[in-house]
Structures are given as structure tokens and as C-alpha cells.
């Protein structure tokens, strides 16, 4: 159904649908389209009338007449979408219900495609330092003295700083923005848009559908180009474009939303208005405020993110503290068996494992474990292995049928890029034998008290990664004085910055001459040298170490 956007003298706006009967406007307050107010206007001025499936206009004989896109209107004229009548400072838009209701869908702006020399006739092109650097519009015209050269530019630029200077949030931000500027410059429509990701986004629009040509959005977006075409009748490759028509644009700009080191956006407004023309001062002004705006949107977002931080920081320390209450807070006290570890994840949380249990049958079992990966995700699949690790123990025979069924438990909840390397052992202190079983881990290091070292490889494939593995396990004689050392990667494969790495075979030497210290004294000189070893930045990986000794006497 066809109607008429009525734009006032004011820029306010009004729709009347179309129908059966003739609409009058004048004067005249019986008319359908009234301004009583408007002496320029005569008391019958023009008629919009229907004839068969057609809508005609005619001028009533006034005496400052109607034009009809810009023309005198001398005739009765066929009406037909995106024709706009003016009398006095009043414009009628004729335009098609149908069409302008698929422009107010969500896909709110459509690029064309087109070649910027296509429309470059009656098109002006300025950038940002070209508009800081005239005499009209500049930031120094804040100064005392030349107020007068801004006049009404100095108050909007004096207004978009007194709002601009709110905290909000980028939604409502975007809004306010759109909103100044569209008051700035006396424009009926716009749209702005930021980039996320190298995409353009829209963050606020008023009126509907956009049709932006992309050699207009890359001109702006690429050479940081404000643009203006004053009347799109004088830019012939623009007023034959049907989307242009159907829209009724008669004027428009689009600048870039640029800081000093980026463009993060642009900004779009338009005319329907066929007296309304974009001037050079408009773009000017437009110009300007979209570098307050894009400033001030920039701090906005640094500022959402910090607070995004802050958040996910104290999250993090939260999980950090759950997580601590999952590993052992002190070494168990043992008296076959001395125990000491240290532990020191490279974030907030980690996913290097290690935990103690007495099983029923008085045997003590230790193990040391790392979840593939570092963070959250590490840490939670941590979590979930230590609460099956307490579970499990509490029927544990055979440390290698532990193993696999530790395995079947956690498969179904791991993620296919998620797995766990896990040695499992068992002392019996009434036999002074260890069982183990290596699920793919750090071989542990079993120094003898004569300073002999042997590797602890036996077991089978890493934890969580396959369905139904078995494991094999190996028992080997644990004597008065020998040492046992399980450790994560993150020990033996910290750099130094020469990219050589600490190595298995350096902490076998370290303990194996060491290894009448307590096994405190132990812990503490090893996680100190892979410190020093490493020139005492940052650790890479989650470190973690526990020192078993079987005490002598």
C-alpha cells in the first residue's frame, strides 16, 4: 500500500497511508493535510488523489506552487515511489508501505556493489586532518575568541562533549552517538557501525533498511575518507539505483569512526527530504564529532574489558582456591614411608595432579598425574579425576586394574583433544615391595642408597584417551634408604634461554648426589635450581614434584 512520509518545516516527521478518497493540504483546517500556520502555503494548495490503481498529484492553483522533485508542478502528475512534493517548507515522500516494512527487517544495512568512480560525480571527499587544519571547523575554536567562527557547530561539538563525557554502556553509547549526530546535522536517518573482528557490525540505527555502496564503505573504511553527495539527482549513476529510489534518499554522508592510530567504524546518515542538502560544514561537523565519538567508544571498550578481566581474574582465583582444596594441603606422615612435594602451576589454575591414600589393606599409594593442556579446562578435568581417584581407591586391589578403571570412568567425559599421563604406585611396607604402573607419565626415578638409578617405564598408554586400555604393572623392592622422585614434564622440560631443557638425566644426578638430604631439603633444592635453571622467568608448564623415601632404621 502506498502513504506519504511527511516531513515538516522542523524535520519532524509523520506517515499518512494512502487509500480511496483524495487527501487536500493547505491552510485550511478541514484539509486533510493541515498547516494552518503556514502562510506560504494557500487554503486549498495541492491534492493527492487516486485514479483507477494510480496516485496523481495537482497543484489547487496556489500562488507559491508545488514542485514535484524540484521541478514546478504545471500539470497533473503520475506518482510513482520515491517522488517527493514540496510547498513551502513541507516535502511529501511518496513511497511504497510494502517495501519500507522489508527495509525495517533485521539485516538493517545492505552493501552494494559498485565502483567508486561510478558515483564520484557530485560526491566530496575530505579526511579528519584536512577539517582539524581549515579555519571553519577546528579544535581550537574551543578557545576563547573564536567561539563565533564555529556559531551553531560549536554548540553541538560543545554538546557531544558534555554527553559524551557519561560513563555507558557501548550499547547505549552507540545510541547516544547516533542520535547527536543525527541532530548535529539535521539528518532524518542514519546508521553506526564498529568493526568486530575485521566485520562491520551495526551498533545503533534510526530508520530502517540501508543500502551503502561497498566502494563508498571501503573508500571510508580504507583511505579514512569522510564522504558527501549534496543531491543524489546530481550523481547520475546513484539516482538510477533502485534501492535508492525506493528508500528516497536525496542527500548523504558517511565518515570514518577513526582514533588517531585506527578507523574502528563509520557512520552513515541520509536525507529524504528533497529541500534537506548536505553541505560542507555538515560533513565538517560530522567529521569531527565521529573522532570525539570513535575516542570515546575506544576508552568505553578498554574499559569493558578491563572489567571483563576483573571479573574472569577473581573467577579464576576462586577456581584456584576450589582447586587447592583438592590437592593435598601437607605431605601425609607416614612411618614406613617419608613424603614431600612441591607444587606450582604456570596460571592461576593448572593441571598437573598429585594425591596420597592409605588403601584398606595398609599398603600407601602415591600419584602424580598432568592433564594435556594448561588453564580452566586442565584444571576442571583435574578436579574431575581426583574425585574418581578418592572413589576408586577405596577397592583397590591391583593398582593396574585401578588404572583402567580410572580410564573407563573418565573416557566418556574427556574431550577427544584431552587426556591424562598418570603414574600409580602402591608401597607395601610390610614387604618393602612398590607396585607401579605408568599410564604414560614422566618414567619416575628410583635413586638406590648406593646412588644407582633406575627408570620406572612399566605400564601402558596414557589415561582417558582410549576406551577399555589394560595396564600392566611391575613390582620392584623398595629398601631402607632408596629414593623414589615422580615429577610433571614441566619440571625436566623447562628451557633456559639458551632453549636447552633441565632433562631427566639432570634431575637424576641432583638426587642421586643428594640423596641423604630429607626429602624436604630435596624438594626444595631441586625446584629451586630448575628456578635458577630457567633464569627464573615464568614457569612454561605446571611444575610438580613428590620425593618417597623409605626411611633407614
Not at 512534493?85 to 511518496?94: D, P, Q, R
Not at 573564536?146 to 556559531?151: E, L, N, P, T, Y
Not at 615422580?486 to 648426589?513: C, H, K, P, Q, W
Request: with cysteine; hydrophobic share 40%; net charge negative.
Amino acid at each position: 500500500m502506498p502513504e506519504l512520509l511527511i516531513t515538516e518545516a522542523d524535520g519532524s516527521t509523520r506517515v499518512i497511508a494512502l487509500e480511496a478518497g483524495p487527501l487536500l493540504m493547505g491552510r485550511d483546517p478541514n484539509c486533510e493535510i493541515p498547516f494552518p500556520n503556514d502562510a506560504e502555503l494557500s487554503r486549498r494548495h495541492l491534492v493527492v488523489e487516486k485514479d483507477g490503481d494510480n496516485w496523481w498529484v495537482r497543484d489547487l492553483g496556489s500562488t507559491n506552487g508545488t514542485r514535484i522533485n524540484g521541478n514546478p508542478l504545471n500539470a497533473k502528475y503520475l506518482l510513482k515511489v520515491g517522488d517527493t512534493i514540496s510547498a513551502s517548507k513541507v516535502s511529501l515522500l511518496f513511497r511504497d508501505k510494502l517495501a519500507q516494512s522489508q527495509a525495517q527487517s533485521p539485516r538493517t544495512v545492505v552493501f552494494d556493489a559498485g565502483k567508486f568512480e561510478a558515483i564520484s560525480s557530485g560526491t566530496i571527499s575530505v579526511h579528519l586532518h584536512e577539517v582539524l587544519e581549515s579555519q571553519d571547523v577546528r579544535p581550537q575554536g574551543f578557545v576563547p575568541g573564536v567561539a563565533k567562527q564555529w556559531g551553531s557547530p560549536l554548540q553541538a561539538l560543545i554538546r557531544v562533549g558534555r554527553e559524551l563525557a557519561q560513563r555507558r554502556p557501548l550499547n547505549e553509547l552507540f545510541t547516544v552517538i547516533l542520535d547527536l549526530a543525527l541532530e548535529g546535522v539535521n539528518a532524518e536517518r542514519g546508521v553506526l557501525m564498529v568493526l568486530e573482528n575485521e566485520d562491520l557490525t551495526v551498533g545503533a540505527s534510526r530508520g530502517g533498511e540501508f543500502r551503502i555502496s561497498t566502494a563508498v564503505r571501503d573508500k571510508v573504511l580504507g583511505e579514512r575518507a569522510s564522504l558527501l553527495v549534496e543531491s543524489i539527482a546530481d550523481a547520475p549513476a546513484l539516482k538510477e539505483r533502485k534501492s535508492i529510489i525506493i528508500q528516497g534518499v536525496r542527500s548523504l554522508m558517511c565518515v570514518p569512526l577513526q582514533t588517531d592510530e585506527r578507523v574502528i567504524g563509520l557512520m552513515y546518515v541520509d536525507a529524504l527530504n528533497y529541500l534537506r542538502r548536505f553541505t560542507n560544514d555538515d560533513l565538517s561537523l560530522l567529521t569531527v564529532m565521529a573522532n570525539v565519538a570513535a575516542m570515546r567508544i575506544e576508552r568505553e571498550r578498554l574499559a569493558e574489558i578491563e572489567q571483563v578481566q576483573r571479573v574472569q581474574q577473581a573467577e579464576l582465583n576462586q577456581a584456584a582456591d576450589i582447586q587447592t582444596r583438592h590437592l593435598p594441603s601437607a605431605a601425609p606422615v607416614w612411618p614406613e614411608l617419608q613424603v614431600a612435594a612441591r607444587h606450582l602451576p604456570c596460571r592461576t589454575v593448572g593441571g598437573d595432579y598429585h594425591d596420597y591414600l592409605q588403601l584398606a589393606d595398609g599398603r600407601y599409594m602415591v600419584l602424580c598425574g598432568d592433564v594435556a593442556g594448561k588453564g580452566l579446562p586442565a584444571a576442571l578435568m583435574m578436579m574431575n579425576m581426583q574425585a574418581r581417584v578418592q572413589a576408586l581407591a577405596e577397592s583397590c586391589t591391583n593398582v593396574a586394574d585401578f588404572v583402567a578403571r580410572l580410564n573407563r570412568g573418565m573416557n566418556p567425559t574427556c574431550p577427544p583433544n584431552r587426556f591424562v599421563t598418570l603414574f600409580t604406585c602402591a608401597f607395601d611396607p610390610a614387604k618393602g615391595a612398590l607396585t607401579y604402573t605408568n599410564a604414560g607419565h614422566n618414567p619416575a626415578l628410583l635413586v638406590r642408597a648406593d646412588g644407582s638409578v633406575e627408570m620406572l617405564k612399566e605400564g601402558g598408554m596414557f589415561v582417558a584417551l582410549i576406551p577399555g586400555l589394560t595396564y600392566d604393572e611391575e613390582t620392584v623392592p623398595m629398601n631402607p634408604g632408596d629414593t623414589l622422585v615422580l615429577y610433571s614434564d614441566g619440571i625436566t622440560e623447562e628451557e633456559n634461554a639458551a632453549g636447552e631443557e633441565f632433562g631427566t638425566d639432570r634431575l637424576a644426578s641432583i638426587v642421586a648426589e643428594r640423596r641423604t638430604w630429607t626429602v624436604n631439603q630435596l624438594a626444595d633444592y631441586v625446584f629451586g635450581e630448575v628456578s635458577v635453571f630457567s633464569e627464573g622467568k615464568p614457569p612454561a608448564d605446571d611444575r610438580t614434584l613428590v620425593v618417597l623415601r623409605r626411611p633407614v632404621g
